[in-house]
């Protein structure tokens, strides 16, 4: 794909203030060729898939370094090649703005989050003592990875119900989502409608564990959990009161893959409560293509939402020699 020639001067600027915040993702990092400004380094070819953003609203592909280049010389940039040591030393040198980078802000809690995390609270330790029962011999499950999700959403089902006070006649599982076009994934695992004193809750739940020594597909998964998000953010975007919960469960196989900085999911579990982030189209459009697929089946196409998520629950639980993560984040959706 070429180059578009309305890519100016100040789009490629906002595309560098953009790496100064973010940094580059490893999969875009240069070897040997840089755009230079005020003393930094830039990658060509992401500089101009990012300026295409400000113009023509996508991250562009399709195109080389050496086109990248040329337009760059073009627009005035300067442009430099070094060897692939002095490279790979200032690789190292920059490591923390080649890596991505997402600084999460705050988000305080109201009153309805303040109740909602006693349920939280309750319901996490329903899943922990469930499963301690089962490292400890006295369940009829032999191996956590034998717990389904359907228990997941039961457990919370039953907080909803004793801690939050909540009508049962109030809860729907499998609630239909107007808004994904694949009727097979058109559903929310949990809605609970509103009254004049609560909003309507829309919940989707995933618990990740590796089954025996099966092969798990990691990218997949990571896909089916932000695919959850963005079905979230699409659901019902103009009714304001509602607030909307991604709650996932995740063993330590799925963990180590999370927080490996490389696989660029930071700071997904590793946000503290009230904290979060705005999820962005490049945040999602650089990882595997495996994962995108996920998302497509929410969305039907690649122009995915920009919701922001926000941690408001966090638990990591030990049981023996296996780490749980417990998070439960609310999901935003973009204005």
């Not at 809605?191 to 618990?207: C, G, L, N, R």
């Not at 009230?274 to 962005?280: A, E, L």
């Not at 941690?311 to 959706?333: M, N, S, T």
Request: glycine fraction near 4%; hydrophobic fraction near 35%.
């Amino acid at each position: 794909m070429p180059i578009p020639e309305n890519i100016s001067r100040e789009h490629v600027l906002k595309a560098l203030k953009e790496i100064d915040i973010n940094g580059v993702p490893q999969r875009h990092e240069a070897r040997n060729t840089f755009l230079i400004y005020a003393g930094k380094k830039y990658p060509p070819k992401y500089v101009i898939s990012l300026a295409n953003k400000y113009v023509n609203g996508e991250f562009l592909k399709g195109f080389t370094t050496n086109e990248a280049v040329g337009y760059l010389k073009k627009l005035g940039f300067k442009i430099e090649k070094v060897s692939t040591a002095t490279a790979s030393t200032d690789n190292r040198r920059q490591e923390s703005t080649l890596q991505p980078i997402i600084t999460p802000r705050k988000y305080p809690p109201d009153e309805f989050d303040r109740r909602m995390y006693l349920i939280f609270k309750g319901f996490s330790m329903l899943v922990e003592e469930r499963l301690k029962a089962i490292i400890e011999g006295r369940s009829e499950l032999k191996a956590i990875w034998q717990e389904s999700e359907d228990t997941i959403r039961y457990m919370m089902f039953y907080a909803l119900a004793t801690i939050g006070d909540v009508s049962p006649l109030d809860i729907y599982l499998e609630y239909p989502h107007p808004e994904v076009p694949n009727r097979n994934y058109a559903k929310l695992d949990t809605f609970v409608t509103s009254d004049k004193d609560k909003p309507a809750i829309a919940f989707e739940m995933k618990f990740h564990k590796k089954i025996n020594d099966n092969y798990v597909p990691l990218p997949d998964n990571a896909g089916a959990v932000f695919a959850d998000i963005l079905k979230l953010a699409l659901f019902r975007t103009q009714q304001k009161n509602i607030k909307r919960y991604m709650l996932y469960v995740a063993d330590e196989n799925m963990i180590r893959y999370l927080t490996k900085p490389r696989n660029g999911y930071e700071p997904f579990l590793s946000l503290e409560e009230n904290t979060g982030f705005k999820v962005t189209r490049e945040y999602l459009t650089e990882k595997p293509r495996t994962f995108i697929n996920q998302l497509k089946k929410i969305t039907g196409k690649e122009k995915f939402p920009e919701p922001i998520i926000v941690c408001r629950f966090k638990r990591d639980i030990k049981l023996a020699d296996k780490d749980i993560a417990l998070r439960i984040y609310e999901v935003i959706p973009e204005e």
